[in-house]
């Protein structure tokens, strides 16, 4: 079912759109968005429209106004039964109307009513929020307007009055009848370094002596056939921060959640690295195979298929695996497949089968039903002293994300849950959702993003040891206290940022006050901490940016959908929502406007402003059934043949555990065939469970050498063959793929470690030899452990 962005009348037809403008002010790491839409009506006809278009889950939407013919119309936030009533009310006494609400399915969707717009009016639409933005593992701040709002698979349930309902005309990018423009001042007390973005951009222009603030524009011409993302790189950034924000004046009458002083806290953990990554744990990889999988990640040229790159993913995380861990590889569409019918442990034998399961994957499962997977995997008994780590891959194209979301919450205590959002348009509601509530990360994979990067870090992260006993405590003067408002913190990885927000009651102190808040921890048995010393000064924020960012943060803990917020939460999520004005599933935006004495006349008309074709778009309606384009980048797997479908699982029998390895059947020309030219896929696709690599053809040709001459260049006598070869490939990896160092890291620790256990004695000769042999200039350091 096919869904997409714009003002919609009731029969789902599009109304005139002009422009679309977006100001956005970046203030370190939270940004601020005001977006106007304008629209007129140029018929003769009063219309009656429906507008749909996506947010970013974490952003705090808490205005909405309409300025019709000149006059201004402001929103008030109410209880959502209240708004949808009044609302209907001012529609059938032909007054003008506006609704604004969350789709009940769906966070980051949101639908909007415009009643009654008069033939030749003009109306503009301005939405405003705020929002946190994430960290890149590079130091960058990623901001995303969301732009696109992809096809979203319906399966089996009920989804009454959704907006995911609609069905508006396409037509090609060249052919969209409005204009888009962005805005961006960027400000930071550190200094700015650089701005990049996926879209062309006006070249920076930088204020202040220190480079401490710059505006950018986006070039003219621009349509919404993609998101458009920002990174922000600032001189500093791991800095940990303190802000009070002032809450309501004393004169002002409101009492609740405003009426107090707010603080946000900004941590960045100094975790060290652990010295013993864990070695136990079952791993289940669940994998999207719905027919748009098929499509490209980006519209770039050449760019990788999604299930190529989610292949290539799997043929990495399966190498890097620790031995004696659990796994399994769930694919789901409309159906879902199994490799095998329980997780299995890691032997050189299952990592075979499975890897020849991955190479014979393809998109074709029909719809996008990840509900079922879920819960299958849920049901199977868990491993004694093997953790479930489960891993979701997903171009993000379902329906009822909420529904999805308390299944997960529902296991929590069992796993731990790390997804990725794969192409333009995956649900940031369901991808951030899934993670945020079973402790994991989430990830995003757009442009030039590559999947293989991003899960390896993720694995890294599972592969850590957890971080115990987490607990944040304030020393405040007498009198003064703090009130969390985030939820507790369980989970902490290393290199991540931690946000809390607590509410200040009491009296506050002098100006020259400060107070303190202690961040604790244990890891492995130790305990570490952290503090920040603040000033309780609050300064004054007109937009109560603070405030609402803690709302945000408590409503995304308790408010699980319009339907499914338990009873014991939904007066507070509908007392927190109102107080601050941050929209939730409980509570709508509703205008009348009151500057019209006389009725709208004219019985109501719908008319088309049509949308553009993304690719696939047409081809994916109401199933998905593949959307290839000519320029895609073709697979590094070509697979012959297809393992027969069941509904419950694709593999091989149960293997006794422990077996030994035993030496794959690949011939060279096989290599070449399944994947591509791309020598390190090659190379990796050659190690061997434990970390090892054989020394044969296979080997020798991606070194571009001959077996004779690597078994004539052996330096000690009688020396294993595997410790050559695997010498051989750990100094290939850091003298041909340094930059791709993330996707292999792990991996080439696990040979590294072989190497101590295997061939301790002799490594020094063998890789003093190797480095000669490959005429490299890696340090053999790099061997170390």
């Given at each position: 079912m096919v869904l997409r962005g714009g003002l919609l009348t009731r029969k789902e037809e599009p109304v005139p759109l002009k422009s679309i403008c977006v100001t956005l002010s970046i203030r370190e790491f939270v940004a601020g968005v005001s977006a106007t839409l304008n629209y007129e009506n140029e018929e003769d006809v009063p219309l009656e429209t429906f507008f749909v278009f996506p947010m970013d889950d974490d952003s705090a939407v808490y205005s909405f106004e309409a300025v019709v013919d000149g006059k201004k119309i402001k929103a008030e936030l109410q209880e959502k039964r209240k708004a949808h009533s009044i609302y209907e009310s001012a529609i059938s006494n032909r007054r003008q109307a506006f609704l604004l609400e969350e789709d009940k399915y769906s966070r980051d969707v949101f639908c909007c009513n415009v009643g009654n717009l008069n033939p030749g009016s003009k109306v503009a639409l301005t939405l405003k929020s705020v929002q946190e933005l994430p960290l890149e593992a590079d130091g960058a701040l990623r901001y995303v307007l969301p732009a696109v709002l992809n096809p979203r698979y319906r399966g089996s349930g009920s989804f009454e009055d959704s907006c995911l309902d609609m069905k508006p005309p396409v037509v090609p990018l060249e052919d969209l009848p409005y204009t888009f423009s962005m805005v961006a001042t960027i400000s930071s007390q550190h200094g700015i370094e650089r701005i990049?973005?996926?879209?062309?951009?006006?070249?920076?222009?930088?204020?202040?002596?220190?480079?401490?603030?710059?505006?950018?524009s986006l070039a003219d011409g621009h349509k919404f056939d993609r998101d458009v993302e920002l990174l922000i790189y600032y001189s500093e950034v791991h800095t940990p921060t303190v802000a009070v924000e002032m809450g309501q004046p004393k004169d002002n009458p409101v009492d609740g959640f405003m009426k107090d002083p707010s603080a946000m806290v900004c941590f960045y953990p100094n975790i060290p690295e652990a010295q013993s990554p864990v070695i136990c744990g079952e791993f289940v990889f669940l994998m999207d195979r719905s027919g748009s999988m098929q499509c490209p990640i980006s519209k770039q040229d050449k760019s990788q298929l999604r299930i190529e790159a989610a292949?290539?993913?799997?043929?990495?995380?399966?190498?890097?695996?620790?031995?004696?861990?659990?796994?399994?590889?769930?694919?789901?569409?409309?159906?879902?497949?199994?490799?095998?019918?329980?997780?299995v442990q890691y032997t050189q034998q299952t990592m075979e089968e499975a890897l020849r399961r991955v190479k014979l994957m393809q998109a074709d499962l029909g719809g996008t039903e990840i509900l079922t997977p879920l819960q299958i995997i849920y049901r199977e008994p868990s491993i004694a002293g093997h953790p479930l780590q489960l891993f979701v891959f997903t171009d993000g194209e379902v329906t009822d994300t909420f529904n999805i979301i308390n299944e997960v919450k529902r296991n929590r205590l069992r796993h731990r849950c790390f997804s990725f959002g794969i192409g333009e348009g995956a649900s940031t509601s369901l991808i951030k959702g899934i993670a945020r509530v079973a402790g994991g990360t989430s990830e995003f994979i757009t442009g030039k993003d590559r999947m293989q990067f991003k899960a390896l870090r993720a694995l890294?992260?599972?592969?850590?040891?957890?971080?115990?006993?987490?607990?944040?405590?304030?020393?405040?003067?007498?009198?003064?206290?703090?009130?969390?408002?985030?939820?507790?913190?369980?989970?902490?990885?290393?290199?991540?940022?931690?946000?809390?927000?607590?509410l200040l009651s009491g009296t506050m102190p002098p100006a020259e006050a400060t107070g303190e808040v202690n961040l604790k921890y244990t890891l492995q048995g130790k305990s570490l901490e952290n503090r920040v010393t603040f000033s309780l000064q609050p300064k004054p924020d007109d937009n109560f940016t603070i405030h609402r960012l803690a709302a945000k943060s408590f409503l995304q803990a308790k408010d699980m959908g319009f339907r499914d917020t338990p009873a014991k939460d939904k007066k507070d999520v509908l007392k927190i929502s109102i107080d601050c004005g941050v929209i939730s599933s409980q509570t709508a935006f509703i205008a009348v406007n009151k500057n019209v004495n006389?009725?709208?006349?004219?019985?109501?008309?719908?008319?088309?402003?049509?949308?553009?074709?993304?690719?696939?778009?047409?081809?994916?309606?109401?199933?998905?059934?593949?959307?290839?384009?000519?320029?895609?980048?073709?697979?590094?797997?070509?697979?012959?043949?297809?393992?027969?479908?069941?509904?419950?699982?694709?593999?091989?029998?149960?293997?006794?555990?422990?077996?030994?390895?035993?030496?794959?059947?690949?011939?060279?020309?096989?290599?070449?065939?399944?994947?591509?030219?791309?020598?390190?896929?090659?190379?990796?696709?050659?190690?061997?469970?434990?970390?090892?690599?054989?020394?044969?053809?296979?080997?020798?040709?991606?070194?571009?050498?001959?077996?004779?001459?690597?078994?004539?260049?052996?330096?000690?006598?009688?020396?294993?063959?595997?410790?050559?070869?695997?010498?051989?490939?750990?100094?290939?990896?850091?003298?041909?793929?340094?930059?791709?160092?993330?996707?292999?890291?792990?991996?080439?620790?696990?040979?590294?470690?072989?190497?101590?256990?295997h061939a301790a004695s002799i490594m020094q000769e063998l890789v003093k030899a190797a480095i000669v042999f490959t005429k490299s200039s890696v340090d053999p350091s790099i061997f170390a452990l």
């Open positions: 990049q973005s996926n879209c062309p951009f006006s070249p920076t222009e930088y204020l202040g002596e220190y480079k401490t603030s710059a505006q950018v292949k290539e993913t799997l043929l990495l995380l399966l190498k890097s695996l620790p031995i004696g861990c659990y796994f399994n590889v769930y694919g789901f569409g409309s159906s879902y497949e199994a490799f095998f019918p329980n997780s890294k992260r599972a592969l850590q040891p957890a971080v115990e006993d987490i607990s944040v405590s304030w020393d405040l003067p007498r009198g003064l206290s703090a009130k969390m408002l985030s939820p507790e913190q369980t989970v902490l990885y290393k290199g991540q940022r931690l946000i809390v927000y607590a006389k009725p709208v006349q004219g019985p109501l008309t719908c008319r088309d402003v049509p949308r553009p074709i993304l690719f696939g778009a047409a081809s994916m309606m109401p199933q998905y059934h593949g959307c290839a384009l000519p320029n895609a980048k073709s697979s590094y797997f070509s697979p012959a043949s297809q393992p027969t479908r069941t509904s419950r699982y694709v593999g091989m029998p149960d293997r006794q555990d422990g077996c030994k390895p035993c030496k794959p059947m690949v011939s060279k020309d096989l290599c070449a065939l399944v994947f591509g030219d791309n020598h390190l896929v090659q190379l990796i696709s050659l190690q061997n469970a434990d970390g090892s690599w054989y020394l044969d053809e296979n080997l020798a040709g991606i070194l571009g050498k001959s077996l004779e001459d690597l078994l004539a260049a052996v330096p000690v006598k009688d020396a294993n063959s595997s410790s050559w070869a695997t010498v051989l490939a750990v100094v290939w990896l850091h003298s041909n793929a340094k930059q791709m160092k993330g996707e292999w890291e792990l991996l080439e620790k696990k040979a590294r470690t072989w190497i101590h256990i």
